[in-house]
């Protein structure tokens, strides 16, 4: 606008140059005219402030109603719920690296914790968050029951950890399993079977009975999670276990063959392979059926 007054300004001038020998300028009415054009121009600078005035808190009302509030767990929050309660890319990418690598939020306040969210943006969602109750854990060699996301407060029961349903994860929970362990438990209770008591747990390679006893009373079997093989049916093959040799299956399924079907658990012994330990070792994996 300046730079049109001015412009105004020069033709008005040239154009004085031409005719000051012929006619007399009129000041008074050259500046009469500037004036209203100095009116023009600020009118329009207030418009547009004005503008500017109502333009911006519309924008931010339209980017506010693009946020929807709602009950959510933040643990395995898809995407799309992310950004529907307002998080940006940047945001979400953060919140789902930390879940890869084995991120959990336990409590409301560790949403809070991450560097990513901000205080005022926590203080929206924090009445909505609702975290679902884990299963009780083992932390520094103790059972702890996890606190109520909502309540604040510990539950009262207490779950001890079932060896034969645990994965490598919740048994790395006990103090004194680390991965190595964990690994090696799981490994020994597929070749099993599964456990039928608690003591098979130094039967793994460098569990001695220091650590068997550190985590002994954290710890429990369910033996009808076994898995039974029918010696009336199966072949030598089905029958071999870290319990036993291919010549003890081998000799099972033999007398059977030759001797017809076992009645009880306790015949396997006339093939005098099978002594009292090694009967008292895999009697617990095996079934007659029916007969």
Known sequence: MLLGIITLLLVWLSISD???????????????????LNALALQESEEDLQ??????????EEKKEKISL??????????ADWKRLGFSEKQVRMIKNYESKG?????????????CVKETQYAMLEPYIRIQPAPSVFENGKVESPKSANAGSATASVVLLELNGADSATLTTIKGIGPFFAKNIIKYRNSLGGFYAKEQLMEIWKFDKEKFD???KYISVDPAAVRKININTCEA?????PYISWNVANAIVNYRKQHGKFKTIEEIQR?????DETLRKIAPYLSIGDL
Do not use: C
Not at 18 to 36: A, I, P
Not at 51 to 60: E, F, I, N, W
Not at 104 to 115: A, S, T
């Open 214 to 216: 550190m985590v002994e």
């Open 237 to 241: 093959e089905g029958l071999r276990s």
């Open 18 to 36: 031409k005719f000051r020998e012929t006619k007399k300028v009129d000041v008074s009415r050259f500046m009469r005219e500037l004036d209203s």
């Open 51 to 60: 503008d500017r005035v109502t333009v911006l808190p519309r924008m931010k």
């Open 70 to 79: 709602f009950e959510f767990d933040p643990n395995g929050l898809p995407e």
């Open 271 to 275: 093939t005098d392979l099978v002594n």
């Open 103 to 115: 991120g959990k939020f336990r409590r409301k306040e560790d949403l809070k914790k991450m560097y």
